[in-house]
């Protein structure tokens, strides 16, 4: 009896040490540009290798008339994206740095999928896809230059 609960034991050990993760959290972190004006709205969201909208991953500005001005994330997801009220925040104000962090399976990374950002300023321009990052293990701490508001965007994992 004594040899089969070690058995056993030694087996489960070597199971959860052997098994992959499923998910892992992601880091993603923003610095905004200095700039004149109000608080951006942001939507952080995840594309396939072909661009198509996957997955929001964070929305900053809880003011939803607002949304329309993130134009890409709006019109992927009819402005109304799935369990979006969890993942929302403040907007991000000039020469500020927003910090989030969501789980992600590990599939995703190194498979051509991308981190996007949207970027929307009132009374200023508004910049789809401002920030276009690849998920990759090579790209984890590398800033991504933003072509507005977003000054850049980096993650870690």
């Not at 997801?77 to 969501?102: C, E, F, K, M, Y």
Request: charged share 20%; aromatic share 8%; glycine share 8%.
């Amino acid at each position: 009896m004594k040899k089969i609960a070690s058995s056993t034991a030694l087996c489960l050990a070597l199971a959860l040490l052997t098994t992959p993760a499923m998910a892992r959290p992601v880091t993603i972190t923003t610095k905004m540009k200095s700039y004149g004006g109000d608080g951006a709205y942001l939507a952080i969201y995840l594309t396939d290798a072909a661009g198509a909208y996957r997955r929001t991953l964070w929305v900053s500005g809880r003011k939803t008339r607002y949304w329309s001005h993130l134009s890409n994330w709006y019109r992927a997801t009819r402005g109304s994206p799935p369990g979006v009220d969890a993942i929302t925040g403040a907007s991000a104000g000039s020469g500020r740095t927003l910090t989030v962090t969501v789980d992600l399976a590990d599939a995703l990374i190194d498979a051509g999928y991308q981190i996007r950002v949207d970027s929307a300023v009132e009374d200023d321009a508004d910049r789809p896809a401002e920030v276009i990052a690849p998920l990759a293990a090579n790209g984890r701490r590398r800033a991504t230059a933003g072509r507005g508001f977003v000054q850049s965007l980096t993650y870690d994992f």
